[in-house]
């Protein structure tokens, strides 16, 4: 059996464990900058608040609203799900972090549906009382199974946060009133296909031959109509792959005008960008970077770009700071303030399967990059950084309304008086 914790409205919950005058309060939460809506409570919600908004568009309206507006709090969210997670292992046999707000958990037991149910109350119940944070728990033969109770767990009448699909009645209540677009694994892209096929609830997709599905779509949707059946067919590899190239951009919270920043800005994509390439064990084999401005400032578009490859493959930070020394006088023009910039490493490959050459230097140190990655995770990011990219940034982010790092940083440790 399988089950899927899934936070419900995970920023905005964070936001409130350390904070008690906010609980009772609708809550909406900004992206990068400032820029737009990410997360809301069910109350912003209920006042009738969506996410992917332009926060300026809505500003004056969350203010009359009695609206408290947070920035994204990175810190906090990750160690907030780091205890989320420590606390679902002590209920099965495997937990697997599929994003910073869900998990899958699998079972090697067997229970009656009625005491999967009970047991999805007790996780919900426990994560509240060690972590302040509500989730719903869906159980399922299947993860795409499981996924769609944990659907059903938050948003269908008569659900309170734990539901199970293991009969055929079960998965028939459940799956008629999901839409397709709601079943995992279905984009909108092949949710309108479908649609055009008649085929416009979960149960619909159910039905269908899943040979016949593959021939029209793919495997995947062959896959996720087997398992809409019970039939198991994803392992975590298939849930989450490697990715195939790794993207680190952002636009800057003041205009950049100098080489100098210009480069402090693409070494900070770089040391995001190659420690994720570590993190799914990976080597990159080339290289792009671009440096922009704003297309809405009144001066013409510019937008520069860079390419470079690499003769062995690499993951090793130092090497990507180096292609960036060698593409600033390319990428930086005099007059242009520049608005975005970034970095993606592409070619990526299994570091296990690289090719080495006979006749170039391995400058890869991926012990010394081992270390690095250790250290930052142990004490949190920037513990341990390259000196290129400085120590006063204008690029930060402009997060006008950050909560506190409670939990990360000793200054902001919460104090109670008594």
């Given at each position: 059996m399988f089950a899927l914790c899934d936070v419900t409205?995970?920023?905005?919950?964070?936001?409130?464990?350390?904070?008690?005058?906010i609980r009772d309060k609708p809550v909406?939460?900004?992206?990068?900058?400032?820029?737009?809506?990410?997360?809301?409570?069910?109350?912003?919600?209920?006042?009738?608040?969506?996410?992917?908004?332009?926060?300026?568009?809505?500003?004056?309206?969350a203010k009359k609203a009695g609206v408290v507006v947070k920035s994204s709090?990175?810190?906090?969210?990750?160690?907030?799900?780091?205890r989320l997670f420590s606390t679902l292992e002590r209920f099965c046999d495997n937990v697997h972090e599929y994003s910073i707000d869900e998990a899958f958990l699998s079972f090697d037991t067997s229970l009656k549906d009625r005491d999967w149910y009970?047991?999805?109350?007790?996780?919900?119940?426990?994560?509240?009382?060690?972590?302040?944070?509500?989730?719903?728990?869906?159980?399922?033969?299947?993860?795409?199974?499981?996924?769609?109770?944990n659907h059903a767990s938050k948003k269908l009448p008569g659900c309170t946060g734990s539901a199970i699909i293991n009969t055929y009645a079960e998965r028939k209540h459940i799956l008629t009133q999901m839409s397709v677009s709601d079943v995992w694994g279905i984009g909108s892209r092949i949710a309108k296909r479908l649609n055009a096929l008649n085929i416009n609830d979960a149960f619909s997709l159910a039905q269908q031959d899943p040979?016949?599905?593959?021939?029209?779509?793919?495997?995947?949707?062959e896959n996720t109509v087997r398992e809409l059946n019970g039939e198991k067919r994803l392992s975590w590899d298939d849930v989450r792959p490697n990715k195939k190239e790794i993207y680190s951009t952002r636009s800057f919270s003041e205009r950049i005008t100098t080489p100098v920043e210009l480069k402090k800005a693409l070494v900070f994509h770089a040391e995001i960008a190659a420690y994720k390439l570590r993190k799914q064990?990976?080597?990159?084999?080339?290289l792009t970077l671009f440096a922009a401005n704003s297309p809405h400032d009144n001066t013409h578009y510019v937008k520069r770009t860079s390419y470079a490859t690499f003769v062995i493959p690499t993951c090793d930070t130092r090497d990507f700071l180096n292609v960036i020394s060698d593409a600033i006088p390319r990428l930086f023009l005099p007059g242009v303030k520049y608005y975005k910039a970034g970095l993606g490493l592409l070619d990526i490959r299994d570091k296990r399967f690289q090719q080495a050459d006979l006749f170039t230097a391995q400058s890869n140190d991926q012990k010394l990059m081992?270390?690095?990655?250790?250290?930052?995770?142990?004490?949190?990011?920037?513990?341990?950084?390259?000196?290129?990219?400085?120590f006063h940034r204008t690029f930060d982010m402009k997060r006008n309304f950050l909560s506190k790092r409670y939990t990360t940083r000793w200054t902001d440790i919460p104090k109670i008086k008594c």
């Open positions: 409205a995970a920023y905005a919950s964070a936001e409130k464990i350390y904070d008690p005058t909406l939460v900004l992206s990068n900058n400032d820029s737009n809506v990410v997360a809301l409570c069910p109350l912003a919600k209920q006042l009738g608040f969506k996410k992917f908004v332009p926060y300026f568009q809505i500003a004056d309206a709090n990175y810190e906090l969210y990750q160690d907030t799900a780091n009970q047991l999805g109350h007790e996780i919900r119940k426990t994560v509240w009382r060690e972590v302040k944070i509500p989730i719903g728990v869906g159980f399922g033969p299947t993860p795409t199974l499981a996924k769609a109770a040979k016949k599905m593959r021939k029209l779509f793919s495997i995947l949707v064990h990976s080597v990159a084999g080339s081992e270390a690095l990655d250790n250290v930052n995770q142990r004490f949190g990011r920037d513990t341990l950084c390259f000196a290129a990219k400085g």
